[in-house]
């Protein structure tokens, strides 16, 4: 393994260019480093893996390589092997919230806790396959809720988020009638357990972390044995806008002593950090900011808006895993940033071309 200054921030990847990308079906979206590119529905993984006769580790695995460009294809069980030892996995140990609640034409998405006790909600209209948008609510409504409860409208957060107030308490009122938010490309209900990773220990987030999903037990285990790190960090995912991106909104996240001890250490001795999942690469990357040091994280926790494009870079991040991500996403800005749009671009050139599946359920993307 090659050392390296490990205070040295990793600058936005311009190299090789967008026009070293043959297939025009792969085109730029806007100035930020985001891509645009038509999703056909087969490519939109509509179940669990498990349901197709996978186990979790057994997705496809697209991995990336920034230092030549190359994009090979692997399953997920392969990580291990093409990791090494004193690399670092930072993982996410939100755990997935029932943070539906139907009632007869609508549901309520609980989005996540602000730090006024208030909650972020999504309302949407209930349809024949899942749920869409829906623009009928006023300030001050009062909706009635299964289970006797009742939820005030507060004000508008953004054109699809309300500050909401619950009569009771959130996360137990979810327990008792709430269920795995579901969007259209699933075909039907799945079990909470279907949207929980194995790092998930801490409930919160409204949407699985999903980049984390096909990691086993006997897969970590693997990776230790090798001499692979995990860490965890914290940040609870918010709801989703599956029908328009729009830039994050501020999440509530945690980096722990331990966990910016060991990424430092790991940078410091020539490791990698791989963080597993965009919310992970937004908490560190959130803790890098004010460091001592460059190219350091500290301990961290409040909420972040921190939004990562390739203008700024990264600094505490050196690979990536992660799912396939919709196009016109930010989540594609983040990568960019750390992978440099050619690569990217050539990588989801060959995702398409090779029929990986795409969102919660679908295959994953190693960047190194």
Known sequence: MTARDPHTAVPAR????MKAVPNPAIRPYG????????????LEAHEPPEARGLRRDEVRLLVSRRDTGEVTH?????LPSLLSPGDLLVVNNSATLPAAVRLDRLAVHFSGRLASGEWLVELRRRTATATAPYS??????????PGGATLRLLAQETPRLWRAQLDRD???YLAAHGVPIRYG???RDWPLADYQTVFGVEPGSAEMPSAARPFTPELVTDLVSRGIGVAPITLHTGVASPEKDEPPYPEWFSVSPWTARLVNITREHGGRVIAVGTTVVRALETAALDAHAPGTVRAASGWTSHVVTPAGGVRAVDGLVTGLHEPRSSHLMMLSAITGTGVLARSY????????????F????LIL
């Open 185 to 187: 490309y699933v075909g």
């Open 74 to 78: 692997h399953v997920f069980a392969d």
């Open 170 to 172: 959130v996360l137990s």
């Open 362 to 365: 679908g295959d994953s993307h």
């Open 136 to 145: 009928g609510a006023a300030p001050g409504e009062w909706l009635p809720l």
């Open 31 to 42: 100035a930020g480093g985001s891509f645009e590119f038509a999703l056909a529905a087969p």
């Open 14 to 17: 311009t190299e090789p260019s």
């Open 349 to 360: 050139e060959a995702a398409l071309e090779e029929g990986y599946l795409w969102h919660e």
